[in-house]
């Protein structure tokens, strides 16, 4: 046997055996179908209410069953586990629940973890003592709204965690031949991950090898000069001809794709709970009480929604047009930046299309938040940065104007228009003067800025903020306490932060971030922005070290989307980088476009929850006389206030929003926030049921549990006469005074 056939006599032996061994594996599994694994129930809503969605076998705890449903909506479902896990020993372990939202993990029939807030993803860990053999299993997971999230691990005392291996999971009490038929499935299947691995390194070095000979006699023959310059020709045609229209039309019929895509999301019958309360404001009478309440919103947000709504008429769409078209016009700025920064406008639509095809700018494109807003606004400082830093245009008076408006619309532009200000007076070529009083001027400019800067941002801003949402977001905040902490949280949480700028597919891109910074500050002429955007970085860190404003993933992601076009600027600017020196990248930017399109078209589109609450809030209206008492939660005020004809106002509240809606109706109560569940502030409805001494109550509540209350209403002397139930925990009971007549 000759050198030369060794390797690849060698690689198909691998190959030989990597394919018997995972066919073995395949087979032995198929065998096992339907015993090993846990049986996994999706169900509608948040009950565990039949009939189910779909059932399976399924052989880790996770959210893998949503990928086989695509239509099915991510909010408000639950999820059942249930089977037997083979304990490998017996001794103390550890058990490791995340999720987001609530979870609970029963062990033969002893609950050991429990997470019932919906505040994120979170994990919870429990130690207990197992003997060797088979343990019954039950996890339960509940999705409310905002990012959907479970994993469970293991591991023995003091040991790294880990998943639960699919051969110790079972429908049912195994036997000894069942147990060793599934141990040798997963033995077969671990020597075939093996096998595949030495087949690979085996084998991709002399595929290598190979490539690199035939490309060194290609080049040789002299065959590609000539396709150099007919494709070079051809593309400098092209672009001069005929790439702005192209990115024109490219850019409108990407948009027009994504807007059909968002369009079921619109005009949902009912508004969920948190869009609710945005919409008590735009329906309040006075723009200037809607834009003067304490909710964490920027002021000019709110009276942009007041005015919409008065333009059109439907109580939805009405408040969700404005983030619909943000989330459009943020990408292609995004676009016309790269476009400007590269001089190439395929590069623009891949921005734009990376910008569309993201999944939290998509998904809070469609209810009413602001984070589309904050987007475009980002997109729209950029601009004026490259405008002033790479293009040489003095509009420094123009960015600063715009600093100080934009911060009544957008709370982190103030990040944005602070670097920009203050690296403009420090730029080089931009002022015409350098006599003393012109520097006195600029730098006067620079601290009248600040100025009214800081009064806006601390007497309007600052203010609306509140210990509940501080509370919130506190896991978010970058920690301050050492070096090696902050590097810690950022090199998670921030990467996460730059990875989720990205649509998902694409977030292995991420670390083109930072080749395009570099080359920004490499290049004479966009040295100063590449500043201007690591400034911006460097403030938004900073504003989470001292606790101003978060830095969010996942769930919580949606506070950090105002950053997505700098990952994204930066993302194709550091494919620029890479590929400029090729001698036909226009094929190369050409092929990188079809292929992010082709990416984002298997991006699942936003949904908006399905809901039925509106019903509810008919009846309440419809049933309550005069003389009958109503009592609301506080998110159950909000929906009946946004939808009943009966005029609302505001109060302070212990909520995230800061505010409670009141329902401007004899006999009506809004609970505080804290008396929903027994805490302080439940007096306050017995003395609204002493005061007005109703024969009826009607008690409306929606997405959080008043057990509480209610016992509080049956305490006062009432019996339940009916109840109605909704999405979301919705819930409108009737109480009677025992004894008083129907």
């Known amino acids: 046997m000759t050198s030369r056939l060794r ?19 395949g087979r032995s599994w198929a065998r096992l179908q339907g015993t090993t694994g846990l ?58 629940a995340g999720a987001d939202d609530s979870v609970r993990v029963f062990i033969d029939g002893h609950l050991v973890i429990e997470r019932n807030r919906a505040l994120g993803f979170e994990t919870r860990a429990a130690a207990t003592a197992f003997g060797a053999g088979p343990h019954q299993i039950l996890v339960e997971f509940v999705q409310y709204d905002g990012g959907a999230s479970l994993e469970m691990l293991w591991a023995p005392a003091g040991q790294t965690p880990r998943p639960i291996p699919p051969e110790s999971l079972f429908v049912g009490v195994p036997s000894a031949s069942l147990i060793a038929r599934a141990r040798f499935a997963a033995s077969v299947t671990e020597l075939a991950r093996w096998a595949w691995m030495a087949f690979g390194a085996v084998a991709l070095p002399f595929l290598l090898f190979l490539a690199g000979r035939a490309g060194r006699r290609w080049i040789a023959s002299g065959a590609p000069q000539g396709v150099v310059r007919r494709t070079l020709s051809s593309a400098a045609h092209w ?10 039309l490219a850019s409108g019929a990407a948009v027009l794709w994504i807007a059909g895509t968002r369009m079921p999301a619109l005009n949902p019958q009912t508004l969920w709970s948190d869009d609710v309360a945005v919409a008590c404001l735009a329906k309040l009478d006075s723009l200037w009480t809607a834009m003067t309440v304490s909710a964490p919103l920027a002021p000019g947000f709110v009276a942009l929604l007041w005015v919409v709504r008065r333009m059109i008429g439907d109580p939805e769409v009405s408040l969700q047009v404005l983030p619909l078209v943000f ?35 998509a998904q809070y494109s469609v209810f009413v938040k602001p984070y589309s807003l904050d987007y475009a606004m980002t997109a729209l400082f950029l601009l004026l940065g490259v405008s002033l830093f790479v293009d040489r245009r003095d509009v420094r008076l123009a960015a600063a104007a715009a600093g100080l408006a934009a911060v009544m619309f ?23 003067r350098t006599s003393p009083p012109s520097k006195r001027l600029r730098w006067g400019t620079v601290a009248g800025f600040d100025l009214l800067l800081a009064v806006s941002f601390v007497v309007i801003l600052h203010s609306r903020s509140n210990p509940t949402l501080r509370e919130w977001w506190s896991d978010s ?37 930072g080749v395009g910074l570099a080359a920004l500050v490499i290049s004479p002429r966009r040295r100063w922005f590449g500043l ?18 978060p830095i969010g993933i996942g769930s919580k992601a949606r506070v950090s989307i105002f950053a997505y076009p700098m990952t994204a600027v930066l993302v194709v600017v550091g494919f620029d980088a890479l590929t400029r020196w090729l001698p036909i990248r226009a094929l190369a930017r050409a092929a990188a476009a079809i292929a992010v399109v082709l990416t984002v078209a298997r991006v699942t589109p936003p949904a908006y929850p399905k809901l039925d609450q509106i019903q509810l809030v008919r009846a309440l209206e419809s049933n309550a006389a005069a003389d009958d008492a109503i009592v609301l939660n506080t998110p159950g005020a909000s929906l009946a206030g946004y939808y009943m004809s009966w005029p609302l106002s505001t109060r302070a509240d212990q909520s995230s929003y800061g505010f409670a809606v009141e329902i401007e109706r004899p006999r009506t109560l809004t609970l505080p926030r804290t008396a929903e569940e027994g805490g302080p502030g439940l007096d306050v409805l017995d003395g609204f ?44 009971i009737e109480y009677r005074r025992t004894g008083s007549p129907e």
């Open 410 to 432: 957008s709370v982190p532009s103030v990040f944005l228009s602070l670097a920009l200000v203050h690296l403009a007076s420090l730029t080089p070529g931009l002022h015409v």
């Open 7 to 25: 390797i690849p006599l060698l690689a198909l032996l691998l190959l030989a055996i990597a394919s018997g061994l995972t066919a073995t594996a």
């Open 239 to 248: 672009q001069a001809q005929y790439a702005g229209p192209a990115f024109w």
């Open 532 to 549: 201007f955007v690591a400034l911006v970085y460097a403030g938004v860190i900073a504003a989470s070290m001292l606790q101003i404003y």
């Open 477 to 513: 905040f970058a920690p301050a306490t050492s070096l090696a902490d902050l590097a810690r949280f950022l090199s998670t949480t921030g990467w996460t932060a730059v990875r989720e700028a990205l649509p998902d597919p694409l977030g292995a891109l991420a670390p083109l971030a």
């Open 327 to 361: 989330g459009f016009v943020g990408p292609v700025l995004t676009g016309i930046i790269v476009s400007r920064l590269t001089s190439s406008r395929v590069l623009g639509f891949i921005a734009v299309v990376l910008g569309l095809g993201t999944a939290n700018l």
């Open 689 to 732: 049921l002493a005061r007005e001494h109703p024969a009826r109550v009607y008690f409306f509540s929606v997405r959080r549990g008043t057990d509480a209350a209610e016992n509080a209403i049956r305490a006062r002397g009432f019996e339940e006469v009916r109840r109605k139930t909704g999405n979301v925990s919705a819930r409108l």
């Open 39 to 96: 049986v996994e129930t999706l169900y509608h809503g948040t009950e565990f209410a039949d009939p189910p969605v779909s059932q399976r076998t399924a052989g880790a705890v996770d959210l893998s069953v949503l990928d086989e449903h695509p239509d099915f909506s991510r909010r408000f479902f639950s999820l059942r586990f249930a089977g037997t896990w083979l304990a490998p020993a017996p001794g103390p372990v550890e058990l490791f």
